[in-house]
Nanobody, 123 residues
Framework: QLQLVESGGGLVQPRGSLRLSCAAS????????IGWFLQAPGKERQGVSC????????NYADSVKGRFTISRDNAKNTVYLQMNSLKPEDTGVYYC????????????????WGQGTQVTVSS
């Protein structure tokens, strides 16, 4: 059974950093594109970043360009999201999701989701 488990969330001060991890199991990880999504309080879930199955293609939402970096280690079945210069508006639940057929930040294109990890940016 395909499973995605996020970790690494927590409370951080503005301008701080966090690294989120998405550990995958139950499927051939390097056949799947992976996305990270943020559901901020009271808002719809939105794409933050995504990476192709090989890791050769990445994409970022404008709001995180230059601050967040996505990467993957197919040997460890894990995708990472390095988040630097965090802002209060980065607060929310971060989800990773998997799909095949090309990278996209469109939420409904993904059909396998993790349970999410909370990130709170506050002083």
């Amino acid at each position: 059974q395909l499973q995605l488990v996020e970790s690494g969330g927590g409370l951080v001060q503005p301008r701080g950093s966090l690294r989120l991890s998405c550990a995958a199991s139950g499927f051939t990880f390097d056949y799947y594109d992976i996305g990270w999504f943020l559901q901020a309080p009271g808002k719809e879930r939105q794409g933050v970043s995504c990476i192709s199955s090989s890791g050769g293609v990445t994409n970022y939402a404008d709001s995180v360009k230059g601050r967040f970096t996505i990467s993957r280690d197919n040997a460890k079945n894990t995708v990472y999201l390095q988040m630097n210069s965090l802002k209060p508006e980065d607060t929310g639940v971060y989800y990773c999701a998997a799909k095949q057929g090309g990278v996209t930040l469109i939420t409904h294109a993904y059909n396998h989701w993790g349970q999410g990890t909370q990130v709170t940016v506050s002083s």
